[in-house]
């Protein structure tokens, strides 16, 4: 009888380690393959640990079950731990966001605990059967709440860390998965920095990368939100390089942009977008001025209502800042829109941009 091969969990881990790989140069750093941007870059690394975290609404929840959705439609399974909502809501954002529904029956594993792990000797086998499995994705859906079936306070730096290596990283180790945890941050902007609520320890168990989510646009039932989506650290440093500029005030650089469009009844149309450029990165108050006038200009100069497209070819810039320079000028109400033929959307100028002055004007001065 063949002796089987040892894998990396049945080592001791105080056994030294062969370093040949890193000494010959074979040995490979951890890449990024899960989250991809429309750019093609991506921001999850497997079978480490990251954090998805952002205030009340900043619809982290719904980034994870998009990149649910869209991973098991590729036919790769994925781990949702639900610590917060249940199977029905769930699975209905799953179907909204393009889910097949033979994707969800075969790929989709869901778990929604409700004590410790260790507490009866069902829920222990349960556990252990989980790390049997293999997963490209898994999510702990609620911090706050998985700390509470755990015992754990969150504002001990040291139960949070043994929670961290027990629990996430345990998963990501036997798994090989890319573990996300969607966690809140405190309400107040000052002094929030980089780290979710409570112990700052939740940023040293992460192996991966940890995001801060920030609200450009909300979104809703018939609406288009936009969610900028901040690195705030990178142990494998292979994420920043293709992140946005610097913020100072809390380390972190904007690495893309989650649009979810839900103007179509029924669906979420979802999108990961590259960084913006510029200042308009570095800030929910930033305004495309520039953008914002030319677009009025070219209403102005047209004289009749004009689709979103005809306005963007009279405008220079990316897409994106365009189409925030548009949406800003409807918000502040110098444009209003209205159905017009084959469905499309009309937009017509109610007052220029800057108020009572034209582009002309404003470049004389």
Not at 242 to 253: E, F, H, I, V, Y
Not at 313 to 319: D, F, L, N, P, T
Not at 358 to 363: C, D, G, I, P
Request: glycine share 10%; net charge negative; hydrophobic share 35%.
């Amino acid at each position: 009888m063949t002796q089987e091969a040892e894998t990396p969990q049945d080592l001791p881990s105080w056994a030294p380690i062969d370093l040949t790989s890193v000494l010959n140069g074979t040995h490979k750093a951890p890449q990024p393959t899960y989250m991809e941007r429309e750019d093609g870059v991506c921001l999850g690394y497997p079978a480490l640990v990251h954090a998805l975290n952002g205030e009340s609404e900043s619809m982290k929840s719904l980034v994870a079950q998009a990149e649910s959705a869209r991973s098991i439609n590729e036919g790769i399974d994925v781990l949702y731990i639900d610590c917060e909502s249940d199977q029905g809501a769930v699975v209905d954002r799953l179907l909204m966001l393009g889910a097949k529904p033979e994707r969800i029956r075969d790929n989709f594993h869901y778990v929604r605990p409700q004590m410790h792990p260790g507490g009866t000797t069902q829920e222990r086998l349960a556990f252990r059967g989980l790390l049997q499995g293999t997963y490209g994705l898994a999510v702990i859906d609620g911090v706050t709440e998985a700390f509470a079936i755990f015992g754990v306070k969150s504002t001990d730096n040291d139960e949070v860390t043994a929670w961290g290596r027990q629990v996430p990283r345990t998963i990501a180790d036997h798994i090989g998965a890319a573990v996300f945890l969607i966690d809140h941050v405190t309400k107040s902007e000052e002094g929030r920095g980089r780290f979710a609520i409570g112990a700052q320890a939740k940023l040293s168990y992460l192996t991966g990368a940890a995001y801060g989510l920030e609200v450009i646009e909300p979104g809703g039932v018939g609406m288009v939100g936009r969610i900028a989506i901040r690195v705030g650290k990178d142990r494998p440093g292979q994420v920043r390089p293709n992140a946005g500029a610097w913020r100072k005030s809390d380390r972190t650089q904007e690495v893309a942009v989650a649009v979810f469009d839900s103007t179509e009844p029924g669906r979420i149309h979802y999108r990961l977008e590259a960084p913006r450029t510029g200042t308009e990165s570095n800030g929910p108050d930033w305004q495309p001025t520039e953008l914002m006038e030319q677009a009025s200009q070219a209403l102005q100069d047209a004289g009749k209502p004009l689709t979103y497209r005809a306005i963007s070819a009279c405008v220079r810039g990316k897409q994106t800042t365009i189409r925030t320079a548009v949406d800003e000028l409807i918000r502040l109400g110098h444009i209003t829109t209205s159905p017009g033929p084959r469905n499309a959307t009309m937009h017509t100028l109610i007052k220029p941009y800057p108020a009572g002055e034209t582009l002309t004007e404003l470049k004389a001065v």
